[in-house]
């Protein structure tokens, strides 16, 4: 079993940026894929970004791509998600998400390729 807890959401004005961490309980989080998901009001969870198991290789989605980068520390057992130029659309609940594996593949941007979830952090953008 892997536990998730995100934090570092919070209120930002347009253009501004917000870090979010996800620490990972247990002793093998090198041997995960990691990634963040986010979840609007009325819409579904939708991916944002994955990273490999080494840090090697990184997907994004193309909403995000360019703004946000992914990476991790896996002496800490730590996922971040940097986020900068942040619009209201990108207001949402941010979900960290781990599953065994080292590589990525298409599945990495499902949320049904994903085997553990954390509770999610707010993040709120004003316009």
């Known amino acids: 079993q892997v536990q998730l807890v995100e934090s570092g959401g919070g209120l930002v004005q347009a253009g501004g940026s917000l870090r979010l961490s996800c620490v990972a309980s247990?002793?093998?989080?090198?041997?995960?894929?990691m990634g963040w998901f986010r979840q609007a009001p009325g819409k579904e969870r939708e991916f944002v970004a994955a990273?490999?198991?080494?840090?090697?290789?990184?997907y994004y989605a193309s909403s995000v791509k360019g703004r946000f980068a992914i990476s991790r520390d896996n002496a800490k057992n730590t996922v971040y998600l940097q986020m900068n130029n942040l619009s209201p659309e990108d207001t949402a609940v941010y979900y960290c998400?781990?599953?065994?594996?080292?590589?990525?593949?298409?599945?990495?941007?499902?949320?049904?390729?994903?085997?553990?979830w954390g509770q999610g952090t707010q993040v709120t953008v004003s316009s």
């Open positions: 247990g002793r093998t989080f090198s041997t995960y894929v």
């Open positions: 998400a781990a599953r065994r594996g080292l590589f990525l593949y298409s599945s990495s941007t499902s949320s049904s390729g994903y085997d553990y």
């Open positions: 990273i490999s198991s080494s840090g090697g290789e990184s």
